[in-house]
């Protein structure tokens, strides 16, 4: 992959991250041996004009931008009718990933010096005329230093219509200023300040300024918050102090022209910690019907030019005189309204009290399920890690009782794994020989009721019993090879030591297959067919896939078998694999041996929403560890 125009090589090592338009790669610059990121369409959108257009956009905006706290675009080429954006490589994880690991504190300081970050870089680019309008913890990265990194300027206001609901912690939708949501055009610099208010109070009281029902789509549960107040007061946290509480309450607000007039100014109210008048709770409902029955063509006023940046003006008493206006006025027009926010002693001394009696209770439990633990004989460190990635159990009408799992033999033999098609993606390559040793593996993607064998509780309807369990991470599929192997008589293959995950390959339980174990077993084993899928290349005849799956998953076993007598192996599901996701290595002889760490865990073989290509037998994806998905299942191995 060659830059034509300035005679500049980048070779890709690594796919980050796969979108319905984009890919995005971790290539290394050979001129300076630097990592840098790669973004381009995908083969399909290669020759849209819109994407192409919204590629351009992005990297031209990214090129007028250098801040310590944005990231740094390198450029733009083309290659064989591909359209590249070349990005700064950072070390790190973004927020959204952060948030996501539940062991994760974010103390006070943390947070206001991220928000504080965050409020230095808008600054910035509102200085320039750029707007980001998708600010999200998804495109915040956490650097080693811990500082941030924010990617994302340049990019199409609506471009959240597309997230997947499922990848994120957070969905982007949730962050968006109610004027961009709407389609309000045109937006000004406070539209990215109320994306500030969310995540710094995300940020400072580990939740979302409205409760939300998890049961709605994305778009849905974004309009419901918008019928909600700006901020609940009941919400207010020991971690956030009244000043903070009412200057994200104002950024957050749903009118435009009642939040800060530019990031500067939130930054120097912080940074004072200003005083400022709580601005009444009115509904955001209120709000929007007001906007929503503009006449056509009205839209939200824009702050005087001169305005934008300017140093609040303090009076002696803290306030400018701005704010001590809007007070004043405040406390005139609606004296009712006012919400005074006050701590009461009695109150907090009985909370204290209540939370030491909570931590000498946890205390009690925590030695009685440790006590058992022992006298079970199950490893004190498996269930540390248990206690840490809860298991959502099925109820049912009776208790599933146990059952072996039905295992199909593999016998092991020396095969290709990786695709040498020239159509196939990058990170399918190169296809490199690796040994097999024979294995045992389950015919079908182990289903709702197998997984109630370990997990019992809750009810599981009849017609649930056959679909596959999905909706469970690498961690607590780990946790489920273990237990189910201690039910069946066999040695668990799993073992924590320090956090990480450890497989005895030679123990005699259930585990997960490598990744070389699956595409050998998809490919037919032994029999090595050359099939796309596994077991025909008529799709239809063995995977449900986003052409005839209507939507979602079906009972396992429904379609087509492949020589193995394996069913699934394309579609229905994608299937966690123990390996993390790297590139391909010429240099990796057996199918036990794979990259000793990661980010991210490999999943094959395609489930019910994806398209025919990424439900071919060498399609490499891959998910975060704790990700659950509605996609996202498994199958077991044991080692012979």
Known sequence: MNNTTKGIAYTIVQTLHRSRKYWVYKARDNTTGKFVVLKTNDRQWRND??????LREEGEAGLKLNHPYIRKTIGLFEDDGALYLVSEFVEGETLDEILAQSHFKITFELARKWTLQ???????????????????????????SQDIKITGFGKDPQSWKYANPEEYKYHPILFTAPEVFLGHKPFDFRADLYSVGIIAYLLFCG?????????????AQKSKTLEQIVINPNLLSKLMPEWLFKILNKALMIEPSLRFDNAEEMHSAIISELDIPYIPSTTKAEAISSQTTLEKGTTFSAPDESSYFKKPNLSESGFSEKE?????????????????????PALEKMKKTLRIIGIISAGIVIYIIFKYVIIKGI????????????????VTESTVPNQLLELNAVEGDSTIIGSMESDADPDEFPP??????????????ITMEQWAMV???????????????????????????????????????YEYIDSYIVCDFKASGYRLPTEAEWEFAAKEGKYDTPYIYSGSNKIDQVAWYIENSEGHSHPVGEKKNNKLKLYDMSGNVSEWVWDWYAPYSANVLTALAGPESGTDRVVRGGSWKDPAREVRITNRTYAKPYNKTTYIGFRVVRSK
Request: aromatic fraction near 8%; glycine fraction near 2%; include cysteine.
């Open 379 to 394: 490893q004190n460190t498996i269930k540390a890690k248990q206690e840490s990635s809860v298991v959502t159990p099925f």
């Open 455 to 493: 997990f019992p509780g809750n009810k599981l309807k009849d017609e649930e019993r056959d679909l596959p369990i999905t909706n469970v991470s690498f961690d607590e599929v780990i946790q489920y090879c273990n237990e189910k192997s201690v039910l069946d008589g066999f040695q668990p293959c």
């Open 207 to 219: 939740q979302l300024p409205w409760s939300l029902d998890l049961r709605l789509s994305p778009s």
């Open 118 to 144: 965050l409020l230095e870089a808008l600054n910035y680019a509102h200085q320039s005329g750029i707007l980001h309008l998708n600010l999200n913890p998804a495109n915040i990265f956490i650097t080693s």
């Open 432 to 445: 490199h020989t690796v040994l097999i040793p024979s294995f045992y593996i389950s015919p079908y993607e």
């Open 324 to 344: 001590k206006s809007i007070k004043s006025s405040s406390k005139n027009k609606n004296q009712e309204q006012q919400i005074v926010i006050t701590t009461d």
């Open 49 to 54: 004009p819109t994407c192409i257009q919204a």
